[in-house]
């Protein structure tokens, strides 16, 4: 069963304007972590933003925000004021433990392109 | 600060051949992990490991093997290589369910 689903193959969004990517999770595990990270073309991978199961404020960094929904299992990540920088593509992943052991996994990702 | 160091960065094999991706983190990180991703695709969980001498097969094992004899290393084998196992593969590595993954740059390999 998927854990990480992200529905949006791909994503355009003008420069300047602001962009939400969806995240959606699954887990029984009342204690998990979740983050994003950006893959520009160069391959490398850039850690985000990480909001843990038990924050009660959706997490920020810059221009980086996390919409939170526990309830729904959403993650979103949204990006403000967007940059021809930010085109790459883009990772939801959640940690969860199980049985003493912890693991990452990664759901198949967003494209997004910023349009100048 | 090295971070996570993996080498080879390219590597071509044949079918057939085995080899050994070699990860290794100067972080004292005690979980690392392994994952494959295929072009276009996300990041599929090989194995991973909380701490030395300690592993678990992720979504897709076939094909790999891994040990955790020291904190630092996380070396992958692969035996038998397949086409199949064309991949870039990245090793990462964090200290706990509440901090981010660090990843390496990445094996780009080829198996023909």
């Known amino acids: 069963a998927q854990k990480i689903t992200q529905t949006q193959p791909g994503m355009f969004v003008q420069e300047k304007e602001a962009v939400t990517l969806d995240c959606t999770y699954d887990?029984?595990?009342?204690?998990?972590?979740l983050f994003w990270y950006k893959q520009p073309s160069s391959g490398e991978m850039i850690f985000l933003i990480y909001?843990?199961?038990?924050?009660?404020q959706n997490a920020t960094e810059g221009r980086y925000s996390l919409n939170f929904q526990k309830a729904r299992k959403s993650a979103n990540l949204v990006i403000s004021a967007s940059q021809l920088g930010d085109s790459a593509m883009y990772f939801c992943a959640m940690k969860e433990s199980q049985g003493g052991s912890e693991k990452l996994v990664f759901g198949k990702g967003t494209k997004l392109t910023v349009n100048p | 600060n090295a971070g996570v160091t993996q080498t080879p960065k390219f590597r071509i094999l044949k079918i057939g051949q085995s080899m050994t991706l070699q990860c290794t983190q100067d972080m004292n990180h005690n979980y690392m992990y392994w994952y494959r991703q295929d072009p276009g695709m996300g990041l599929k969980l090989i194995y991973y490991s909380v701490g030395a001498g300690i592993t678990d097969k992720g979504e897709v094992p076939n094909g790999y093997n891994v040990s955790r004899s020291t904190t630092e290393d996380f070396p992958l084998r692969l035996e038998l290589a397949a086409p199949s196992q064309t991949s870039v593969y990245f090793c990462a590595s964090g200290s706990d369910i509440n901090t981010e993954a660090f990843f390496g740059q990445g094996t780009r390999l080829t198996v023909v």
């Open positions: 909001q843990g199961s038990y924050d009660q």
């Open positions: 887990t029984s595990d009342p204690s998990y972590g």
